[in-house]
């Protein structure tokens, strides 16, 4: 059996997917619209402040020193470090790239294995 669809079907099938599509984005839009709400009511109740109280002082008899941070003292121009003894002076004049190896084209098992000592 065969179907077919003339310029009317066409127009129907047309109209009726642009009016699916329209509900299903305004369905969006008011469900949207509901979670933004009710975001917003719940947003007061997510953090609530508390006060809090001073720390307690203790009396400077006690024996135990609070630790009090000192500033930094500013250091001294230092003589510059110079490398190791045993290590060469670092020069790119005649630095050489890395070799990639070649492929090998149509490798068989016994060529890829490890030779044998």
């Excluded at 509900?23 to 402040?49: H, I, K, N, P, W």
């Excluded at 109280?53 to 020193?65: I, Q």
């Excluded at 470090?81 to 790239?97: D, E, F, R, Y």
């Amino acid at each position: 059996m065969r179907f077919e669809i003339k310029s009317g079907g066409v127009a129907a099938i047309l109209v009726g997917i642009a009016a699916l599509s329209g509900a299903v984005f305004m369905l969006g839009l008011l469900a949207g619209y509901d979670v933004g709400r009710e975001s917003q009511s719940s947003a007061a109740q997510v953090a609530t402040a508390y006060p809090v109280a001073a720390p307690p002082v203790e009396p400077a008899g006690t024996g135990t020193a609070a630790v009090t941070p000192t500033p930094a003292a500013p250091v001294a121009a230092a003589a510059p470090v110079s490398p190791a003894p045993h290590v060469a002076p670092l020069t790119t004049a005649n630095a050489v790239a890395p070799r990639r190896p070649k492929p090998i084209a149509h490798a068989t098992a016994s060529a890829a294995a490890a030779p044998s000592d």
